[in-house]
């Protein structure tokens, strides 16, 4: 399991919409966000516009051990690492891809990704795309302290 070196804090960000900036929102292509629940009613967001939608979704008491010991559930899985933190593909298939991204030993969150129009070259590989989104997200948290 790796350790994550420099943990950041997901939980700051009272808000899953506030993950990511309007700026970042308009070079993602991403339309305006819609506050949204996990299965056990966690927040969550999503972003739906014609071409694409994106879900971000934070688990403040999990870190990358709990997804990785599920791995199993998901579909064509894959470690991988974002802007130096552990993660985790999931649900590769042709339209989607996700990401986890552990931020802390007790944090992660998720982005997931599914292109309904492939409108700009950056939505070719969902799973760049996805880690890309998730990268964003991690240059706006903060520290954790």
Known sequence: MPKVANPKNVGAVADPCQLVTPQQLQELGAS??????TQAGG??????????RIRLVPYLNQG?????ANRVRFDNSAETVVSGYPGL????????CGV?????DNQVFSADVTVFREVRPEYKDRCVFAEK???MVLSNLPIAG
Do not use: T
């Not at 593909?89 to 989607?96: I, K, T």
């Not at 986890?100 to 802390?104: I, K, L």
């Open 100 to 104: 986890y991204v552990g931020v802390a």
């Open 89 to 96: 593909r999931f649900n590769q298939v042709s339209l989607s």
């Open 43 to 52: 927040p969550a967001c999503i972003w739906k516009n014609d071409n694409l």
């Open 32 to 37: 305006e966000p819609r506050p949204d629940k």
């Open 64 to 68: 990358m051990g709990a997804v990785y």
């Open 133 to 135: 989104v998730a990268g």
